[in-house]
């Protein structure tokens, strides 16, 4: 890579400009956007002079041949910034040394450098913002007359809570559900296993997002109470899951919440696409090349589930982009006897993200949060009436309605 030259930026910012004048930009961020002046534009800093420094999440964006020995500028237009990833996003390629376009790439996820250093790109002209989700100063309590419930009990009761590509929204999720497990209801600390980025309370920093004080969590302004295990990735997911496997028993309940970002297919019905999961493994090497980041899909979860014992109670709720495509694999693959799923979206649909929380799963948690034990059935309905328009929640019972009478209790 080198250096911009400053006439190169100018010509390439200009056209940039006159794109995002097309449209009329009427419509509600959480409806879909109309017109380039609701895409956000990104222009790394540097040109590219090797086609592997442009790294990227998904293994679809090739380069045109005919262009390899061109210095190459990149302009990554975000086509829906309230939406997590994946959803559709463009590469504009101009000529480093001249500013002329070259080609536009159609793409799903951004460049890998856009996730992990954010601070190599610079915006163009003004941001689409996420709006903020109401939600005042979080108080939560415990609830009334817990101590005998639980003195009753004969089963214990887990959480796995998980982020993989995490950014300061989808910590907050975390940090909330976490809170409400401990506090309203009381889990056991131990029995919480909380998987984020790079097994640390850090996120990656997107651009569209303001500057947030770092280590106060925004729902009460307080430090962050979460403890977290391990990484956001694979190998740490897949052995938390299978830890399960000799740990659960009778009259045991399990909750699974995912964060973060997710892919799967692009309409209903696309064939060879499952839902999946985007992980983290490792920091950037220092070599300048791109990681790869893996995917964990929803077959690899579903054959996991089906080596856990029987036991009483699975609760999942997912917020990821594509979560929806975990439901059958769920369902089909759970030996618990009751089985409650809901999703933020559909298996071809996006989850949205709002500025400081998902609005899918801060509604979801807002309503399991109250300190009268709402059963989890009841968190749903609550989720899907209050979410942003954009997100398409589904969920599944098995038994049918079971969650009518599931709690976190």
């Known amino acids: ?8 930026k100018d010509i390439i910012a200009k056209a940039i400009l006159r794109q995002k004048s097309v449209g009329d930009g009427k419509s509600d961020i959480h409806k879909g956007t109309v017109g380039l002046n609701r895409h956000n534009f990104y222009l790394h800093k540097k040109v590219l002079t090797d086609d592997t420094e442009l790294g990227h999440l998904k293994n679809d964006i090739a380069l045109n041949n005919s262009f390899s020995d061109i210095n190459q500028a990149i ?3 975000d086509k829906e910034p309230h939406l997590n990833w994946a959803h559709e996003c463009e590469y504009h390629m101009y000529n480093g040394d001249t500013g002329e376009h070259i080609q536009t790439i159609p793409a799903r996820m951004p460049p890998v ?7 190599q790109y610079e915006a163009v002209g003004d941001l ?5 989700m109401p939600y005042g100063n979080i108080k939560l309590k415990p609830i009334d007359g817990l101590d005998g419930v639980l003195s009753k009990k004969t089963g214990e009761r887990y ?7 995490t950014y300061y929204r989808h910590l907050n999720d975390l940090e909330y559900l976490y809170r409400t497990l401990i506090h309203v209801y009381q889990f056991n600390p131990e029995n919480i296993t909380v998987l984020s980025c790079l097994g640390t309370l850090d996120y990656f920093v997107d651009p569209n997002d303001p500057v947030y004080p770092k280590g106060i969590w925004p729902g009460d302004n307080t430090p962050y109470q ?4 391990g990484k956001g990735s694979k190998p740490a997911l897949a052995a938390a899951l299978k830890g399960y496997s000799t740990k659960l028993s009778g009259d045991d309940l399990l909750l699974i919440h995912t ?3 997710g892919d799967g297919p692009k309409v209903e019905g696309e064939a060879g696409l499952s839902s999946l999961m985007c992980m983290f493994d490792s920091p950037p090497p220092q070599n300048g090349s791109q990681p790869d980041i893996p995917e964990f899909d929803c077959a690899e979860y579903a054959d996991i589930l089906k080596t856990f014992p029987e036991f009483d109670t699975m609760v999942v709720m997912m917020e990821q982009c594509h979560s929806g495509g975990f439901s059958e694999p769920t369902m089909t693959g759970s030996k618990a006897r009751s089985t409650v799923f809901s999703a933020a979206c559909l298996p071809w649909k996006e989850s949205a993200g709002a500025q400081k929380f998902d609005p899918y799963a801060f509604c979801w948690i807002s309503k399991v949060s109250q300190s009268d034990a709402v059963d989890v059935n009841s968190a749903y309905d609550y989720a899907r009436e209050n979410t942003v328009p954009s997100d398409t929640p589904n969920d599944a019972n098995k038994p049918e309605n079971c969650g009518d009478g599931i709690s976190l209790r």
């Open 1 to 8: 890579m080198r250096d911009m030259d400053s006439r190169v």
């Open 75 to 77: 302009v990554f237009v």
């Open 113 to 119: 450098s856009f996730i992990l250093s954010s601070e």
């Open 128 to 132: 689409v913002q996420r709006p903020d």
């Open 159 to 165: 959480a796995i809570l998980f982020s993989g590509l």
């Open 226 to 229: 979460l403890v977290v295990n």
């Open 259 to 261: 964060n973060g970002h």
